[in-house]
């Protein structure tokens, strides 16, 4: 399984990412070893969707990062 998910940092910027596993995920970013949530600690966990497919979890990540994505994110997701 593979996860979609979204953080809301604490300077309010949203972070995007996939993984195959979120909780070893989660404690990576906790941690500080993620390069862009690192200087934004403490997260929140917004929503997270789990995909069976590989490529359409991470299609879908990097839709969320585009710009219609971003809209949708808003409208949608947060």
């Known amino acids: ?3 979609v998910y979204l953080l809301l940092c604490n300077d309010g910027t949203y972070y995007t990412g996939c993984t195959s596993n979120l909780e070893e995920k989660l ?3 906790n941690s500080g ?3 862009y949530t ?3 600690l ?3 966990l917004i929503t997270y969707i789990v995909f069976s497919d590989k490529y359409k979890a991470y299609h879908f990540e990097k839709y969320l990062k585009s710009g ?3 809209a949708f994110t ?3 997701l947060v």
């Open 1 to 3: 399984m593979y996860t």
């Open 68 to 70: 219609s994505g971003k």
């Open 38 to 40: 690192a200087p934004r």
């Open 74 to 76: 808003y409208k949608r």
């Open 33 to 35: 070893q993620v390069s």
């Open 27 to 29: 404690k990576r970013h």
């Open 42 to 44: 403490p997260f929140q």
